[in-house]
């Protein structure tokens, strides 16, 4: 799959490539990039989007940046809509215990979870949502 981009043709996967060369701030800008991209939604551009989150997440992680992280399970509902909910559940659970891991996450853990179910109940995401009132009532 390729589009043009101020008159260049790229595909994901390349772009994933050359954004995990990179390292930080650059390395968060070439990830926000990939999942901005609203026009590719073939099942390998969905693979490179979850890469792209979890590398985000990761780097977040490792830099103790919680309010990234927190924007991040938040700002991410929109660009993995169109993925199967059980990856979506996947990719959300991953970004919440990692928030938990991050100086200040167990305070945060409590709104944002609160805001995943609400979420869940818009978008009728039952298993998602037992999850996480599950790890929320821990």
């Not at 399970?73 to 660009?79: G, H, K, L, T």
């Not at 805001?115 to 978008?123: D, L, P, R, S, V």
Request: with cysteine.
């Amino acid at each position: 799959y390729q589009r043009r981009v101020h008159g260049d043709i790229y595909n994901m996967q390349k772009i994933w490539e050359e954004a995990k060369a990179l390292s930080g701030a650059k390395a968060i800008h070439a990830y926000e990039e990939i999942l901005r991209d609203t026009t590719n939604v073939t099942e390998d551009d969905q693979k490179v989007k979850e890469a792209a989150i979890y590398a985000l997440g990761e780097m977040f992680v490792k830099e103790k940046a919680l309010k990234p992280l927190c924007e991040l399970i938040v700002s991410i509902r929109p660009q993995v809509s169109y993925m199967p909910q059980a990856r979506i559940a996947k990719i959300v659970r991953m970004l919440y215990d990692k928030l938990m891991t991050v100086p200040g996450g167990m305070e945060a853990a409590i709104p944002i979870g609160t805001e995943i179910i609400e979420w869940c109940n818009k978008e009728k995401r039952n298993f998602l949502k037992h999850r996480m009132q599950t790890n929320l009532t821990r």
